[in-house]
């Protein structure tokens, strides 16, 4: 449960975060996993209590607080239910770095202050219906005309999609260059972009609370200062937030996991078969066990 790098602050901040969520999210999940949204208005209460960019700094209405932070909000927020973290924590520890590291200081003040309050949900469009792994292949395309930036190209997968007030959207903005991914940029596109639109909604197996949408780009037309960091160098800056990334995700699937563990240990002893609660059979300790071991694993890595 928790690493040496968690101090008593820590702690309380999770304990008061816990309260929170026994009030304010644990009694309406199923709710918003049947009407697949999470309400804004919870957003606004994360927004209001200081749960949301908490590593944002003082200076644009942030916390400044360190990672230890974030990753408890992605832990207590993912234990509520599968997916809650996904989206929340997507604004305020994978998106808001980009703004907050490449940004100007007229976008900083521009989008960061919003985000915090929970004004402002933001996404990033990276993923399209033919590239994924391969993120150097996308086909979504900008080219300066004035001093607008013309996008054209479809992203897939997007979370918060739907509901996004503004989108980092990595585009080519020289196509030509080999090799491709030093053609690559990060323009932020805002909701009510000439343009722009919203796809689907997509329905998935699990997390059905969490936003997951398409955006289309037809000659959307950003203004040139949207574009964050230099141009062409979209891919570098990608490559170094990705890693907080997977380690918040890597983050959420263990709470997952450990949730799954507790609730299958509760039904191992109260369910009976053969006159005996099925957690007396040997083969279920041995497959319990197993699943204990790989568990730990993962919590283990995750410290470390
Ligand atoms: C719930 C959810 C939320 C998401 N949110 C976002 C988001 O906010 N923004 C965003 O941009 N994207 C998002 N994604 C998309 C996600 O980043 C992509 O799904 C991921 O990058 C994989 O791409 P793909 O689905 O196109 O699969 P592919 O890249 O097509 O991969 C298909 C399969 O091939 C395998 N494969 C690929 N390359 C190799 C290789 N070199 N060697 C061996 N095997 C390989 C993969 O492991 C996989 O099993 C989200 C996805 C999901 C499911």
């Not at 770095?97 to 919003?114: C, N």
């Not at 980092?168 to 940029?185: E, W």
């Not at 949207?226 to 990705?242: A, Q, V």
């Amino acid at each position: 449960m928790s690493g040496d790098f968690f101090s008593e602050e820590h702690n309380m901040f999770r304990r008061t975060l816990r309260k929170m969520l026994e009030k304010e999210a644990y009694p309406y999940f199923e709710e918003w996993e049947r009407k697949r949204e999470v309400p804004r208005a919870f957003w606004s209460k994360l927004g209001e209590q200081g749960y949301l960019c908490p590593m944002v700094s003082e200076t644009y209405s942030g916390l400044g607080l360190d990672f230890g932070y974030s990753m408890i909000l992605a832990e207590e927020l993912e234990r509520v239910g599968a997916g809650l973290a996904s989206g929340i924590v997507l604004h305020s520890d994978i998106v808001i770095p980009y703004i907050e590291q490449y940004g100007t200081e007229e976008q900083k003040k521009r989008w960061l202050p919003k985000s915090i309050t929970g004004e402002f949900i933001s996404a990033i469009a990276m993923t399209e219906p033919g590239a994924g792994s391969d993120l150097a292949g996308i086909q979504t395309t900008a080219y300066l005309e004035g001093d607008f930036y013309i996008l054209n190209g479809e992203k897939t997968f997007i979370t918060n999609g739907i509901n996004a007030d503004f989108v980092v959207v990595v585009c080519k903005t020289n196509p030509n260059v080999n090799p491709s991914h030093r053609g690559i940029s990060l323009i932020v596109v805002e909701k009510d972009t000439p343009g722009f639109k919203r796809g689907k909604k997509l329905n998935k197996i699990g997390m059905h609370s969490s936003d997951t949408g398409e955006l289309i780009f037809e000659d959307a037309k950003v203004p040139a200062e949207n574009l964050l960091g230099e141009e062409g160098k979209g891919f570098y800056y990608l490559m170094d937030k990705l890693q907080q990334e997977r380690l918040l995700v890597a983050i959420e699937v263990q709470v997952e996991a450990e949730e799954m563990f507790r609730i299958t240990k509760e039904y191992v002893k109260s369910r009976k078969a053969f006159n005996r609660s099925i957690a007396d059979f040997q083969n279920t300790q041995f497959k319990l066990a197993e699943m204990a071991t790989e568990i730990d694993i993962g919590r283990n890595y995750i410290i470390h």
